[in-house]
T-cell receptor, first 118, second 111 residues
């Protein structure tokens, strides 16, 4: 299957700092990528859709000025958590739809980034 | 509103004890249903896609089935390495191809 990577895999930062998370599709191009947030024992919560060449689309309740998304190329999307606070601590996961050949596009997920804000 | 409900929330099995996980859905029009496996601290790993009622797919000890209202993930003679959270997601024909996820079933298989 298609491979999606994330970097870093975990990060600890002080309150008030900004953190950038990268999501890369390694063996395919993705004009769209998705960013999710997952709390312990909870399901994936979609935060935003990252679109190459245009602005990201944010889900209701997600602050676009706090979670900056940039889809720099067909293989890279970044999520920047600005002025992070302890409540931003979570597991952030990106996904990219597989190249469309036939049928549905499967979402392939990155390994996730654990963020801890002190 | 599209809804995906997974049950049970948690399941403990003895090694070799077969069982099934359930994913029931209420959607306007189903384009496809996905099953994923998620290990602690990792992203979901794709398992299956099911498109229409009556379809079945198998992979090792796992078999996924689909009806018009629900999907089952059957685990035959599970092993401890099958322990994980299993997520179900649906994609509807409403236009958006963003899947809606259930909350998952946490499976623990004891040796």
């Amino acid at each position: 299957g298609a491979v999606v990577s994330q970097h870093p895999s975990w990060v600890i930062c002080k309150s008030g700092t900004s953190v950038k998370i990268e999501c890369r599709s390694l063996d395919f191009q993705a004009t769209t990528m998705f960013w999710y947030r997952q709390f312990p024992k909870q399901s994936l919560m979609l935060m935003a859709t990252s679109n190459e060449g245009s602005k990201a689309t944010y889900e209701q309740g997600v602050e676009k000025d706090k979670f900056l998304i940039n889809h720099a190329s067909l293989t890279l999307s970044t999520l920047t958590v600005t002025s992070a606070h302890p409540e931003d601590s979570s597991f952030y996961i990106c996904s990219a739809p597989s190249p469309r050949t036939s049928g549905l596009q499967t979402q392939y997920f990155g390994p996730g980034t654990r963020l801890l804000v002190l | 509103e599209d809804q995906v409900t997974q049950s049970p929330e948690a399941l403990r099995l003895q090694e070799g004890e077969s069982s099934s996980l359930n994913c029931s859905y209420t959607v306007s029009g189903l384009r496809g249903l996905f099953w994923y496996r998620q290990d602690p601290g990792k992203g979901p790993e794709f398992l299956f896609t099911l498109y229409s009622a009556g379809e079945e797919k198998e992979k090792e000890r796992l078999k996924a089935t689909l009806t018009k209202k629900e999907s089952f993930l059957h685990i035959t003679a599970p092993k401890p390495e099958d322990s994980a959270t299993y997520l179900c997601a649906v994609q509807t024909s409403g236009g958006s191809y963003i899947p809606t996820f259930g909350r998952g079933t946490s499976l623990i298989v004891h040796p």
